[in-house]
């Protein structure tokens, strides 16, 4: 017996190490997890920063050295809690964290930021590109860090006390800093970018920064609710206050928020699925289900000029049949599965919202409300014009007849035929009307009709030393009937070199 008692002493003595050891690990295990939070809860503050952080390397790099390693949200890497020993000696894994080289654009060294830090009543669009790009990017990332410590904000609120002023008001300012900034790069961009090669990568990846950060605010639940319960309760007086609310609401309820996870799991899935498939056959065209493409500004011309009536008959019925089931050779002009699978996503989109179409879906939270409002208002629209139509029919059917020996008119044939009629009937040459309507006395006498309609005045103002583009471009500011600064008006007409699309026209502050 005490020979069977000293054995159990023993090995109780034995377990007790045992258990100790499991004790510590168990404390260990529990501490790790506290520091993985700690940090989990710093990287989150990291990621804000750190998303989109690489897509920029090339632009940031021009005229500096950017580190080797890529530092954008899928390659960064933090270090997972290794097994723990049980042994005397415990180990603890550690972290580590890659973090995104930021533009180094601030007020102090940098004229864009500086200007739009400073209000001031327009834009430095004569900043060098790299400042302009460099500070637009701070200033998107600045925008999303402060987007995430307001959700923490938002997140320790009690719903009593949720107010326009706390909920939507503490980043508008902001908010409004930054897309004035990204509109005036983008205005830089098309009309006087140093590379035209470089354009459309540089152009896609602000764009989609602009778009991911700007919008991060509707998929946070916290954010949902709250403006949910600003709408609920209608408190809110001022009218523009309640708008915004509503537009937000209604956005975010177009995006499944307020769904169970099963449903905005799978909304989620269809549109990423409909947004990469559109993209992929916009940058892989040659790989799409069609072999040539045509535009309404390449189809026109041919409509328009061509004498051929057979030429004019086969362009048109390609142009129209480009989103029909493929028969024929039509096949290869044919993008109808492309738009039938985009359809079929979209639908399962709307179904798991309650709609029966898409349409029905897009249209809920927009003014128009549903497509018999839609219906109502073209068929209002057709029957004012129809009897006017009918009557421009009539001439050019006659005019086909007498002079093209066209008795059928087509419709590929109108847009050649009204030329002509214009041509032959008036002397109407579109080419040298142009001649009468030089662009800067049209777009003054335009001002003026737009002036005496809504009682504004325009004035000319390109000599007083605001920055401009080119010595084509002119500027003009805006006043109500009181003499009330409403903005100002940047015009730049003319084509040149670097310059990548028409005219336009941008609104200071």
């Keep these: ?66 580190p080797g390693p890529s530092t954008s949200w899928g390659s960064i890497s933090f270090g997972s809690r290794r097994a723990i020993s049980l042994s005397n000696t415990y180990r603890h894994a550690g972290y580590y964290a890659l973090f995104p080289v930021v533009p180094n654009a601030t007020p102090e060294n940098n004229r864009f930021v500086a200007n739009i830090c400073n209000t001031e009543d327009w834009p430095a669009i004569c900043a060098p590109p790299k400042e302009m790009y460099e500070g637009t990017v701070r200033m998107l990332l600045e925008y999303g860090a402060t987007m995430h410590e307001h959700m923490k ?76 319960t600003l709408c609920e309760r209608n408190e809110t007086t001022d009218r523009w206050k309640r708008r915004l609310a509503d537009f937000y ?53 041919i409509l328009t000029y061509c004498s051929d009536k057979a030429v004019r008959a086969t362009v048109w019925d390609k142009w129209i049949s480009r989103a029909s089931k493929p028969h024929n050779l039509a096949r290869v002009t044919s993008n109808a599965r492309t738009i039938e699978t985009i359809r079929r996503h979209q639908g399962k989109k709307a179904a798991l919202l309650g709609f029966t179409t898409y349409a029905e879906y897009r249209l809920a939270y927009k003014m128009a409300e549903s497509p018999k409002i839609v219906r109502k208002f073209t068929k209002a629209l057709a029957r004012r014009m129809r009897p006017l139509f009918d009557d421009r029919m009539q001439a050019w059917s006659d005019f086909a007849a007498e002079k093209e020996k066209l008795y059928t008119l087509a419709p590929s044939d109108l847009y050649y035929i009204c030329r002509r009629e214009a041509e032959t009937l008036h002397e109407i040459d579109s080419l040298d009307l142009m001649y009468h309507f030089p662009f800067w006395p049209t777009f003054e006498n335009m001002l003026e009709v737009l002036s005496y309609i809504f009682g504004v005045l325009f004035e000319d103002v390109t000599n007083c030393n605001l920055d401009r583009c080119h010595p084509d471009i002119r500027i003009f500011t805006l006043t109500d009937s009181s003499g009330l600064h409403l903005g100002r008006l940047y015009v730049d007409p003319f084509e040149r070199p670097n310059k990548c699309c028409t005219w336009d026209a941008l609104l200071g502050r």
């Design 249 to 301: 609401y209604l956005q975010m309820k177009s995006i499944a928020m307020g769904e169970t996870s099963k449903k905005h799991e799978q909304f989620v899935g269809h549109d990423s699925f409909v947004e990469h498939y559109i993209l992929r056959y916009r940058t892989k065209y040659e790989e799409g289900p069609w072999l040539v493409t045509a535009t309404a500004k390449s189809i026109k011309p």
């Design 153 to 228: 904000l938002l997140e320790e609120m009690k719903s009593e006390d949720l107010t326009f002023e706390n909920v939507i008001e503490p980043f508008l300012a902001e908010e409004e800093q930054v897309l004035y900034a990204f509109h005036t790069l983008w205005t830089r961009m098309l009309t006087d970018w140093p590379s035209s090669r470089e354009l459309h990568a540089d152009f896609m990846k602000i764009h989609e920064l602009t778009i991911n950060e700007v919008s991060a605010k509707w998929k946070y639940d916290v954010f949902f609710k709250a403006v949910k």
């Design 1 to 66: 017996m005490e020979s069977d008692n000293s054995n159990n002493d023993s090995s109780q003595q034995q377990r007790r190490p045992s258990k100790q050891t499991e004790e510590t690990a168990i404390a260990i295990r529990s501490e790790a997890r506290q520091v993985e939070t700690l940090l989990d809860q710093r990287v989150r503050m990291v990621s804000v920063v750190a998303r989109r952080a690489s897509w920029f390397g090339r632009a940031l790099s021009k005229d500096a050295t950017v």
